[in-house]
């Protein structure tokens, strides 16, 4: 069956990365479908950046990744041919994963505290 195009939210990521969860197999078949390039899934960095935080939290993921591991994750993502990153300049990414790198935080330490 061939992949339409569209946006993954969130939760699609996670539970492709969960094992656990009911909607793995499907979502982890999708975002696999993404090794295609003929193939056009989209993301924004806010998606990823709300994908990390739920996976870096123990309270929202059962198996909370690490900072580093979640960084990994995302950057396998980001490698795969079919998956684009819609743009609110895609710089943005690879300077988030940059400060992730240098400060790592889980996601129930990622919020806003203004």
Same mark, same amino acid.
């Given at each position: 069956?061939?992949?339409? /195009?569209?946006?993954?939210?969130? #939760? ?5 990365? #969960? ?7 499907? @979502? ?8 295609? /390039? ?12 709300? $994908?990390? @935080?739920?996976?870096? #939290?123990?309270?929202? $993921? ?12 995302? @950057?396998?993502?980001? =490698?795969? /041919? ?6 609110? /300049?895609?710089?943005?990414? =690879? ?20």
């Amino acid at each position: 069956m061939a992949t339409e /195009p569209g946006v993954l939210d969130a #939760n699609v990521l996670a539970y492709a990365v #969960n094992a656990d969860a009911s909607q793995h197999t499907a @979502s982890r078949a999708l975002i696999e479908s993404a090794r295609d /390039p003929a193939v056009t899934l989209y993301v924004t960095s806010q998606i990823l950046c709300e $994908f990390y @935080s739920v996976i870096t #939290n123990a309270r929202r $993921f059962p198996r909370a990744c690490s900072p580093a591991e979640a960084c990994r994750i995302v @950057s396998s993502l980001l =490698a795969l /041919p079919g998956l684009q990153v819609l743009p609110i /300049p895609a710089g943005v990414v =690879a300077i988030w994963l940059d400060l992730l790198e240098r400060r790592p935080l889980r996601g129930d330490h990622a919020r806003y505290r203004g």
